[in-house]
Each structure stands twice: as C-alpha cells, then as structure tokens.
C-alpha cells in the first residue's frame, strides 16, 4: 500500500511538472507564432524596398550608399525568409513537445488510477482483516481457555491416577510375594 502511495505521489508530481513544462512550452509557441506572423508580413515589404532600391541602383550604377542599402535589403530579406522557415520547425518541434509532455501526463495519470485502486483494494482488505480480529481474538481467548481447563483436568487425572498407584501398590507388592 506504500508502494501504491509512492506511485501516485511521484505520478502526481510528475503532472504537474508537465503541466507547468506544457504551459511554459505553450506560451514560447505563442510568441514564436507571432514573431513568424510579422516575419511572414515583413519580407514582402523588404522585398517591395529592395526591388525599389534595385531600380535606384539601376538609374544611379555608381551610387554606393544606394548599393549598400541593395545589398543590405537583399540580406536582410533572404535572412528573414530563411528565418520562417527556422521558426517553423521550432514550431512543430514546440508541438512536438507538447505532444509527448500530454501524452506522459495520460501515462502517469493511468498510473495514479492504477495506484489508486490498489490503494482501495487494500484499504478494503484491511478492513475486512481488521473486522475480522475480534472474532479471531474471542476463538483464540475461548480455545486458551478450554486448553487451560484441559490443561487442569490433565493435571487432575494425573493426581488421581499417582493417588490409586500409590494405594494399589502395597496391594501389588504382596501378591507378588506369594
């Protein structure tokens, strides 16, 4: 039955600590998703600003700074969209996570029930062992009690029988004599 405690104890703690792991997990999700959004919003706009820089480039060839801004865009946008795609996969691995942490939380909940009923199944078992000893405790007192008046009427009968031979045994000695 301590085993049984241990386990839902331990299974217990284990929930909650998945509980708080899928929550935090959750909230990171939360803010990665949105960070993708403004991501996923902001490239076409750098891509709009670079095809603009692109056309300043093309009008003024020997500008650097309008070549710099081009060549920063055009960085800052292959950056950014690679970007999505590497949030995307911590996305679904954050899914992932999710997923497993549930899924071990259903484990260790299954568990706990399993717990629990031993728990209860022993618990009764107890009770009816419990209810049973008094029972037990009056047959054992009544059986103590016979085996002592047993006992006393051993002891009688040994007195009585030592008492007769002592009686019959100066009768026994003259008959062999004759």
Sequence with gaps: MQDAQ?????NDQKMKDLTASVATIEAQKAVQADVVTKTQAAVPILKAALAQTTAALAVLPENVEIKSATNSLA????????SIVTMTEQIAAMDKSITDARAEMEAAAKMIVAATETMQTAEKSLQTLTAEVPADQEALTTATAELTTAEQAVEAATTVVETRRQQLRPQLQLTSAK
Excluded: S, T
């Design 6 to 10: 241990a386990a839902v104890n331990a």
């Design 75 to 82: 960085a800052v946008a292959d950056r950014q969209e690679k």
